[in-house]
Each structure stands twice: as structure tokens, then as C-alpha cells.
């Protein structure tokens, strides 16, 4: 395979990257296959952050990409600023050769450099252990909706970051309509 270029998402991406998300889950069959508009809501909220909307490009051609969006942790007491991961899109023909991977090593890396202190999503239970994901469920912290405990998952992106957080995940406007 050649060489894997990750970037941050640039204005003229936009199509490129509906496409390829919507390749990437077409045969997917928990998918309701609106990722891409999902992206496309997104980016028009305050959570969106250009530097954390990452493209995967091999030999030139857009193979993959993954979002990382603000969500709060919120309680009566306090609100904690997280990152949720979602969508995470690797096209069919570039699929189990490490992209994937990639996407999410370096989203980490950036969110990290740029202060945040956890993500957090709901995935697939065998994927996402490989990156440190643990069970939502070891923290007083819920989702607003319902969603089978072994998919819901948390990353500390530094050590104690999760310490003394507790509440209810509040996604940003956009996501959960997805």
C-alpha cells in the first residue's frame, strides 16, 4: 500500500468526504447510511473543530476519515468538556490495511496537543480496546440515549482526566439527530 498522508479536512474536502463516507458504510448493515450528513450538521455547530475533522489520504486518493466533536459531561455540579468520536470511515478497498488505525492515532495525538482530556463514543467492542477505550460504565458518566454497554467506550487522552467526572453525556446539536 503506499504511503498514508493524514491531514486536517480543508474547504474543498467536503464532497470528497461525503463520498467516501458514504462508501465506507454502504454495506454496513447497522448503519442507517446518513454518516455523511451527520458530518455536514456537524460542522455547522459550535463543537466542530477543523483541526480534529482528519482525512486519510493513500497515494493521493481520500481513503478514509474520522471526526472528533465538543460534547459536555454535564451534572448538576459541573460540565466537563470531552471529545465524541463519530463517525470513523475507511472506504472498502483500503479496509484492514491500517488506516483506520492511523485516523485514530493521530486524532488522539491532536485532541491531546490541543488540551482535551477524554473521547468517547459508542463502536464497535472489538476495535476500539486497542487504543486504550474502556467500558463507559467504570464512570458515573451516562448517555442520553440507550445503547448496549460493551459498544459504549471512554479514552483518558492524559492520566486523571476522568477523575471526579460524573454525569450525563450532552452531545452537540446535529449528532444526536443521527
Known amino acids: ?105 493521530a486524532a488522539h495525538e491532536r485532541a491531546a496537543a490541543l488540551g482535551f482530556g477524554s473521547v468517547l463514543l459508542v463502536g464497535i467492542p472489538s476495535y476500539y480496546p486497542q487504543f486504550g477505550y474502556e467500558r463507559l460504565s467504570r464512570y458515573p458518566i451516562e448517555l442520553p440515549f440507550n445503547a448496549p454497554d460493551e459498544n459504549c467506550m471512554i479514552l483518558p487522552l492524559r492520566p486523571g482526566a476522568l477523575d471526579g467526572v460524573a454525569g450525563r453525556v450532552q452531545y452537540a446539536d446535529g449528532w444526536i439527530d443521527h
Open 1 to 105: 500500500m503506499s504511503m498514508i498522508v493524514i491531514r486536517a479536512e480543508r474547504p474543498g474536502d467536503r464532497a470528497v468526504i461525503a463520498d467516501l463516507v458514504e462508501r465506507a458504510y454502504a454495506a454496513v448493515p447497522y448503519s442507517d447510511h446518513r454518516e455523511h450528513l451527520m458530518i455536514e450538521r456537524l460542522r455547522g455547530t459550535g463543537a466542530y473543530i477543523p483541526a480534529l475533522s482528519l482525512l486519510a489520504e493513500i497515494g493521493g486518493e481520500a481513503g478514509g476519515h474520522i471526526l472528533l466533536t465538543k460534547a459536555q459531561i454535564r451534572s448538576d455540579l459541573s460540565a466537563v468538556t470531552t471529545l465524541a468520536l463519530a463517525p470513523l470511515s475507511v472506504v472498502p478497498e483500503f479496509q484492514m490495511q491500517g488506516v483506520g488505525k492511523r485516523l485514530v492515532s
